[in-house]
């Protein structure tokens, strides 16, 4: 008989402070936490139903369901990013710390310049809708892209789809990526951030962003491929792991797209082993950074409603795991990701033991163990 498994990563849906927290300047994010405690009307009946409530030290009135176990899962790698958590997540952790800075050295800008024949303006740390709002016209005025990046190991170039040309961003981002690697330079993501719009106040990033990244060691992902097992990526997976392991990929465009392809490749093609990894990205890019809680706790009560329906869709022999990769605390200072731990709610298949799971890492392992 067939096998499936999924898992769901709620990008940046953290559940506090990590030991090491303080090194990271986050002693006492608590993205979930603070959310429950910030936003009174904050429901999650089907999430809690798998344990989020027990984990978080909340009393909840929601029935436990059969099976679901619910665990707090804590980073070993060296970062607080999603390329760190995802590549640690599936058996790759990161040992030293990617590239990160305050900006760019003025050789590789040079070079990057020359090689792509164009100038930049930015070169520093900013959030991406605040650079847009400060820079956007000088772009669509000289032509020359943003360049910018963050706390996290990213090179980020905005430009506008009709003025720079979105196909011309996508060779630019990936000049960045080859020359970051000819010199050696550990940076996570190089990531593609078009925009539209006419002025600084219609500025608006679109739904065709491409991440360039680093290409990991072995993982969990790999291994399954070589043994038969489908690996199916939604949502930004594909770029996270620069394709590597994966068979095959279905970008979307934000949570809603995400969900939608989950349901479909879920019920799809009965016969085969098959392995759904999803990341579900807008908790973190259009509510975390930029430190929204309402639209945060709205966002989270649109998954848990959808999770509702998709919960009667679990068979005896599936196994089922929502997870995160990180935090984005949106009550937190900065508009940069938060050192967290992270909650990990599984529904195992029958007769799989996950023992307890304490790291990222584990997640992979259970994956593992479900094919093997």
């Known amino acids: 008989m067939s096998?499936?498994?999924l898992v769901i990563v709620l990008d940046s849906v953290?559940?506090?402070?990590?030991?090491?927290?303080a090194e990271y300047?986050?002693?006492?994010?608590?993205?979930?936490?603070h959310l429950y405690a910030g936003i009174p009307g904050l429901n999650l009946p089907s999430l809690e139903s798998l344990g989020l409530a027990g984990i978080l030290g909340r009393e909840t009135s929601v029935g436990i369901r059969d099976r679901s176990m619910a665990f707090r899962l804590t980073e070993q790698s060296a970062g607080k990013d999603t390329t760190t958590g995802h590549w640690e997540m599936m058996g790759c952790p990161i040992e030293d710390a990617f590239y990160t800075c305050e900006s760019f050295p003025d050789d590789f800008v040079e070079a990057l310049a020359t090689a792509a024949g164009t100038g930049f303006i930015g070169n520093r740390v900013a959030s991406g809708t605040e650079i847009l709002k400060e820079l956007g016209e000088?772009?669509?005025?000289?032509?020359?892209?943003?360049l910018y990046t963050s706390a996290d190991s990213v090179l980020q170039i905005a430009a506008h789809e009709e003025v720079f040309g979105l196909e011309r961003l996508y060779d630019l981002c990936r000049t960045a990526r080859a020359l970051l690697d000819e010199r050696g330079m550990r940076v996570g993501r190089v990531i593609a951030r078009p925009f539209l719009g006419h002025d600084a106040e219609s500025f608006e990033r679109t739904g065709n962003r491409h991440d360039y990244s680093l290409t990991p060691g072995q993982t969990v992902m790999d291994r399954l491929r070589e043994n038969g097992v489908k690996v199916i990526g939604v949502g930004k997976i594909?770029?996270?792991f620069a394709g590597k392991g994966i068979s095959e990929s279905y970008p979307t465009k934000g949570n809603a797209g995400g969900m939608e392809a989950i349901d479909k490749l879920w019920l799809e093609r009965a016969g085969e082993d098959r392995f759904i990894f999803a990341n579900l990205v807008e908790f973190d890019s259009l509510y975390g950074h930029r430190r929204d809680p309402e639209g945060y706790a709205s966002c989270l009560m649109e998954f848990d409603a959808w999770l509702g329906g998709f919960l009667d869709k679990i068979s005896g022999s599936d196994l089922v795991v929502i997870t995160a990769d990180h935090g984005n605390d949106p009550y937190h200072s900065g508009t940069d990701h938060t050192r967290e731990q992270v909650p990990c709610l599984v529904i195992p298949?029958?007769?799989?033991?996950?023992?307890?799971?304490?790291?990222?890492?584990?997640?992979?392992?259970?994956?593992?163990n479900h094919f093997s």
Request: with cysteine; net charge negative; glycine share 18%.
């Open 3 to 5: 096998k499936r498994a």
């Open 14 to 21: 953290g559940c506090g402070d990590a030991p090491d927290a």
């Open 25 to 33: 300047g986050d002693l006492g994010a608590d993205t979930l936490g």
């Open 138 to 146: 000088e772009h669509v005025r000289t032509t020359f892209p943003i």
């Open 238 to 240: 594909s770029d996270i």
């Open 349 to 368: 298949g029958e007769g799989l033991r996950t023992g307890e799971m304490r790291e990222f890492s584990d997640v992979g392992k259970c994956v593992e």
